[in-house]
């Protein structure tokens, strides 16, 4: 690769690493064409990415990013997985590892948070961005809905007991 080449990849590797909510380090030794395809897919539809980059190049990017720590993890075949939604590239990464046994999670980060291996998939288990906004909104509408139920419950009961009282006189 030419130097020139090579400083692009560097500069396009050290933008990604800082604007990154997570970043997930893996073996993919062994892994086919069509694995490697179906993986990117699955990264792609999650809002994440899965890129190969040379070691050397992939540890000069990460410095000076907040992610610096994670260096050590780029030895032998790694890919990295990134995804801005702090959850989203560690949830695919494992899932796909639980499928297949190819794919080996080595670590990652979450913002400046360097993880072990266990951290990631910690990490996978946490609901995402998206789910936590729609629990939020659920938890803020739930009391409305309640305090709604109760204001009618009142109002309901009072209509019950005129309509027995008008039954009973017409009868």
């Known amino acids: 690769m030419e130097k020139a080449k090579k400083a692009e990849v560097v500069?396009?590797?050290?933008?990604?690493?800082?604007?990154?909510?997570?970043?997930?380090?893996?073996h993919y030794s062994g892994m086919t064409v069509a694995q490697m395809s179906d993986l990117r897919a699955r990264m792609g539809a999650a809002g994440a990415s899965f890129r190969v980059a040379?070691?050397?190049?992939?540890?000069?990017?990460?410095?000076?990013?907040?992610i610096e720590g994670i260096s050590h993890l780029f030895k032998g075949p790694t890919g990295i997985a990134v995804s801005d939604d702090p959850v989203a590239a560690s949830k695919v990464a494992a899932a796909y590892a639980k499928d297949n046994d190819k794919l080996v999670i080595l670590g990652g980060s979450v913002g400046a948070t360097a993880l072990d291996a266990n951290g990631v998939k910690a990490l996978a288990t946490l609901p995402s961005l998206d789910e936590l906004r729609g629990k939020i909104v659920g938890l803020l509408v739930a009391p409305a809905t309640k305090i709604a139920g109760i204001v009618q419950a009142p109002a309901g009961q009072l209509a019950r007991v005129i309509g027995a009282y008008s039954q009973k006189d017409a009868a």
């Open 11 to 26: 500069e396009d590797l050290n933008t990604v690493f800082s604007k990154a909510g997570s970043v997930v380090v893996a």
């Open 54 to 66: 040379k070691n050397r190049l992939a540890v000069r990017a990460l410095k000076g990013t907040p």
